[in-house]
């Protein structure tokens, strides 16, 4: 039932990567091409851009994917995250032309850097959203 589900998320066992490449970045290890940030999050220009305009925003916290941040982070760290997004939005002046936001996760999601980050996508058409 539900309840056995959650009690199963709750002890899901998230190992976090100290070593993993946007734990360097906020460690100030890497340089980033920074577009915005405050006390709680870090949103920088992808390295290899999928879209004309393409920025990660990525949590400062250690959570290495959305379900483990939308479980563990405190709500005022959460708060600054989807408020990170307006911010980046109209720093890169998507508002008129539109966005996509995408967290990749795990295995099936091709996650490739276990920190959560949200790609911002957008300066022009992006295709369907998913290929099959
Ligand atoms: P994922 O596949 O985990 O959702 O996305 C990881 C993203 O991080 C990829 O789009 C990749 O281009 C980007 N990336 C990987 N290494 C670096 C790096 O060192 N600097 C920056 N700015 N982006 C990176």
Known sequence: GVKKNYKKVRSRVMTYDTENIF?????????????YENEYVLAFEDINP??????????????????DFSLSAAGEEQVAFTKSISEVVTIAQLEATGFRAIANTGIDGL??????????????????????
């Open 50 to 67: 999928q879209a004309p305009i393409h920025i990660l925003i990525v949590p400062k916290g250690p959570y290495t994917d959305m379900a």
């Open 23 to 35: 734990a360097k970045i906020l460690r100030g290890e890497i340089p980033n091409t920074t577009v």
């Open 111 to 132: 996650q490739e850097v276990p920190h959560y980050h949200l790609h911002i996508l957008g300066g022009g058409p992006l295709g369907p959203m998913v290929n099959r």
